[in-house]
């Protein structure tokens, strides 16, 4: 079974430009859970779906982040305009019921670095 | 302001010896913690965890002990092994996980 991939590994952006992070779950994982960590710091929640559905966005930064989930498959995360404060990994995780937290299948990250 | 920390950076052991990993909390309605692994290049794993209503839970070489009145946690892992050199992250998960900021662990043969 594959597990949670996130495209791309890596983007260098300068500030100001736009930038659209994947997200696959696991295929049938309703549940689906953006995460960041800056710079070596403690993995911040951003958003949850369920399906399509916003169940949680209370950690998105501001209103230059957007997150998708059309179809209830792959998430889109968009950060226009990027700024440096928003460098950092972006990890994607999914699960296939809401729990608390040990079921979540993390992917490998998203490396984000704004200049 | 971080809710779970963790105040060591980092902790060097020796193969075969016993790495104790700690965690602090400030939110007394905290009740269900957990550890999570991470090595480069990759995304968390979840490793193990413990409701509030337990104060030792234990997995194979690891275990958590919970200390509510402390509000403090603490990992484990008996003995270690190279192969356990990597990023443990406590957190809790009350209506989301809150992690800390993680603790880099290497285990020299």
């Known amino acids: 079974e594959a597990g949670v991939t996130q495209f791309p590994s890596h983007s260098v952006i300068e500030k100001g430009q736009t930038v659209t992070l994947r997200c696959d779950p696991i295929?049938?994982?309703?549940?689906l859970y953006w995460y960041r960590r800056v710079m070596g710091k403690e993995i911040k929640f951003l958003l949850h779906f369920v399906k399509e559905s916003k169940q949680d966005e209370s950690g998105m930064p501001n209103n230059r982040f957007l997150a998708e989930r059309t179809g209830g498959t792959y998430s889109t995360l968009k950060v226009q305009p990027a700024e440096l404060e928003d460098s950092g990994v972006y990890f994607c995780?999914?699960?296939?019921?809401?729990?608390?937290?040990?079921?979540?299948?993390f992917g490998p990250g998203t490396r984000l670095l704004v200049l | 302001d971080q809710q779970v920390k963790q105040n060591s950076p980092s902790l060097s052991v020796q193969e075969g010896r016993i790495s104790i990993l700690n965690c602090d909390y400030t939110n007394s309605m905290f009740d269900y913690f957990l550890w999570y692994k991470k090595y480069p290049a990759e995304g968390p794993t979840f490793l193990i965890s413990?409701?509030?209503?337990?104060d030792k839970n234990e997995d194979g070489r690891f275990t958590v002990f919970l200390n509510k009145s402390a509000k403090h946690l603490s990992l484990h892992i008996v003995p270690s092994q190279p192969g356990d050199s990597a990023v443990y992250f406590c957190a809790t998960s009350y209506d989301k996980v809150i992690f800390g900021p993680g603790t880099s662990l290497s285990v020299i043969p």
């Open positions: 295929s049938g994982h309703d549940n």
């Open positions: 995780a999914s699960s296939q019921e809401r729990d608390r937290g040990e079921t979540q299948y």
């Open positions: 413990i409701s509030s209503i337990k």
